[in-house]
């Protein structure tokens, strides 16, 4: 362990403005962030972009550095969607080994406090907002986002989450007196006085089970709400996307060693394909908190079998979009045609059903067929990715072999109205780049659009009118789930009805976006990232029933 | 429906005060009521007692006036432990036609609003407190409760922690903002600017699952905090203990009605002797919420089966007691006394389990034995309840025959220190009244005092010493459960490792109590009651956890 070098309390005194802010941001959800999106020089330094590129080039083909309790055994899993060699090996540890460390080390950390608790994290979110560029490098080439999105979402916007779940975890735990003196008067007589002090008792140890997509994003807030609560944490990340959370945990384990905390409270747990360690760790009966993105057949799993655990899950959904009329028809389309293809479509916020009258709809250049309103799209779809190198940069790479073949076998599921096809990419030739595919169905076809299609495809579904379009999108979500929603239309009251449906289903939805707001995109400390009350996800990015579930108070008395 | 007699928003001006406070002590967690315990004339006036004993006498051998949706059939199912006949007979409603009646109602209770919510709920709690001492014959007639407790615990200590709950639902629902307009500046030209609402969507139907021995004050947190928070709820009392949710129900309903609002909000679920009928609510679909006091064997079984709903349970127990030593022997003595006694130990906060050194204890008047303690501590129950109208009105009745028969068996399991005896009630000469049981173990019986024996059953468990008796109380507690621990040393170190071993264990402890608080009573506002930290309950009351399961929130968004 290293020789103490950070005294907590004054890690919470140097940061506590951010916490007083975020936590403020909370409350207000106005537009915060302390962490810039922009990766320009003139925001990180000149210097940023080329010592990330070194650090992460660093890591390729050796051992990452992390010293944690177990033997040598390495693990090397990842491969780049890009197609470069990554070659990086991470400490393979047995469970017990694993789930040991973690209980031991939660009594310090438990004992440590809110604030020193507090103050550890928010230096970890600060020394990884430094290390943005080296993070965008390991998002890029473990997830296939494009550089400028892993370096956004994989980075600051991630750091972000993590602060605003932080944010919540502090604020509940320290809400509420940790001491009083209690007096109550008597008819007769002195007052009863009593001295009673409240702690806020962590649950226990806490899994972490990341994504391929999203390795940090979705990873973040339930790291930072489960240790500012006072649980350790073991991250165990997507077998194909290791080393941006493998470089969280060091840097988490680094600030805690030098904080004279025990660092085992975050371990790293790599595992082989199809190991199934997840599942393991997840039924262990000291993991007491289970925090989870991906399938919902892993989802379900983990709810019915990690029983003795808080399991917040998010997996699939089938996102809707109702278009009924707009004043701003280029610009919808615009807006549209860039959500179907950022990322290639592999968000778990990524429109799937877009719900269009067969009557076609009123805008402001006059009346547009629904066949018109298909090739309108399916147009501005491909004008957007004309160009091979601004089309890689919104694509990024397709993630894995599993989105490829659901592309194929999309394309027969109905009449094709935009081609899913290649594109070359300038720089990484092996990279699986691929255009997003549009097929129509008829409003009959539940049984292909009532589920999620993850990757580029989407379904243009007629209805019979707005009314049915609102109905199945109610339906459908209700039934299905769904990350987000969206509505077009110039008449209130249909705007009304689908916020209304959006209520019942339990959903978040944007009407109109036709600027620079998209409804793949929620922003920390204002958009709720899913709510929990569908199928979709179990817990909301993040609100307090995502932290509240993560610690108990316990109280003692003694009379004064 | 009766006429709009009282606006939802004016019931919320004319308790904005109290609620205002209570939102106050449960963030600070002084001593705070606004329903005064005491029953006397000069609080509650002159007419309260007999207009309240009037209006008991009133529903016997009579249909409980109740105008819920379905048929005419009634059930009668209570009986007095003091002998009366009660006769009185509650409508009997097939599960469909509640669970129908509570998920049409949904929509119009969410939409009104956390305030028209918490006013309603408000002006209930306000109604029911005028109605405490008839509600203190209907607890003390179902749960055997002597009149004062049956008064005081049934009417304004449950109305209290209703109000408590109601004050942490209002709270974490409007903490956060309902709307903001987010501006996010740009690099070149004007900001994106959105306007955002956000809604507090309430979870679905709630069922809430009564006991026989509070039926009240276990039941009002669950209903306060389900309703506040936007669910309409079904009460299921009970069998034995129905009277007490349907004078609630009504007051309940009948509020509603004046407001404007949909009665069926909330009902009442009675039900014949083993029907099941909670079982059956619990798995229903729609019934997204499950609060339940009682056994274990059901508590477990909503937990493993009413998978689609947030359950919060309170089951068995191991309160533990630590005697280490003492500077107020006698004192020590008494409060034990009066804390075994209190209702014949029929509280889940009643120790069961007194760990004590077998070479005895250090106390202000010398050495004492482990025998001496025992002794004096039966000596002290014995004075305690010496007089059979004071032992009856600390005793109160004993609530069914289970209790019986497991103090017969628990005769049996050890060396009797002090018999269990029959008292012959001054007043209900069928009343089935008991005078604690204390049996000596030793700390091998692990197999005896691990488990929970309800009602007035305790042990004296001789341990190697101190340090043997915390850490059993640590271990007992974190196998079988506690809502309550205390200790008793004059030693700071002790106090200090049973206080962390509490901690360990998620238990509230209490140290030293000599004078009038007992371990076995929690103050709401200020005291936790269980914690959710051990397997005796899920849940605390109250606190964020107990009400952030019960609403999700939902967003949408426009471009400004």
Known sequence: MATVSADPAELFERHRDTLEQAVTAIHERHCWTPYPE???????????????????????????????????????????????????????????????????????????????????????????????????????????????MAFQAGGPEAQARGLEALAYGYDTTTRYAGSVRWEKPQRKGDPLVMEKSFHAAPRGVALLI????????????????????????????????????????????????????????????????????????????????????????????LENNARQAFVSTEKAGVNAVVVDSTDAYRQMLGNLAFSLSLYSGQMCTTPQNIFLPGGGIDTDEGHKSAEQVGADLAAAVSKLLGEPKRATGVLGAIANDGVLRRIEEAGGL??????????????????AVRTPLIVKLGADRRDVYGREHFGPISFLVSTGDTDEAVRLMRETITEGGALTAAVYSTREDVLDAAERAALDAGVNI?????????????????????????????????????VAGRFHFVQSRRPA
Request: contains cysteine; negative net charge.
């Open 38 to 148: 922009s990766p320009r020089p003139k925001v990180y330094g000149e210097e940023a972009a080329p010592a990330g590129e070194a650090a992460f080039q660093g890591y390729l083909g050796q051992d990452f550095p992390l010293d944690q309790p177990g033997g040598k055994d390495r693990v090397v899993t990842e491969r780049s969607p890009y197609g470069i060699t990554l070659g990086v090996g991470y400490p393979h540890v047995d469970p017990d080994t694993l789930v040991a460390a973690a209980r031991d080390a939660l009594p310090s950390w438990r004992d440590a406090g809110p604030r020193a608790r507090a103050g550890v994290c928010l230096e970890a979110l600060h020394r990884l907002n430094r290390r943005s560029f080296e993070m965008a490098h390991a998002v890029q080439h473990t997830s296939g986002q494009a550089f400028v």
């Open 210 to 301: 990341g994504c391929n997509t999203f390795p940090t994003w979705n990873a973040y807030p339930g790291l930072f709400a489960s240790l500012v609560t006072g649980n350790p944490v073991i991250a165990k990340p997507h077998p194909r996307a290791v080393l941006p959370m493998a470089i969280t945990v060091s840097v988490l384990r680094e600030v805690l060693a030098e904080a004279g905390l025990d660092p085992n409270t975050v371990l790293l747990a790599a595992e082989r394909n199809d190991e199934g360690l997840a599942a393991t760790l997840a039924t262990r009966p000291e993991v007491r908190i289970v925090d989870f993105t991906g399938s919902t057949g892993f989802g379900d799993w």
């Open 414 to 431: 109905g009449e094709v109205v935009l081609e899913s096809t290649e594109v070359a990419h300038p720089e990484f030739t092996e990279a």
């Open 510 to 546: 944007s009407a109109n976006l036709t600027g620079q707001v998209f409804v793949n995109q929620s922003a920390a400390f204002s958009d709720y990232h899913g709510s929990g009350a569908n199928p979709a996800a179990t817990a909301a990015l993040t609100d307090p029933g995502y």
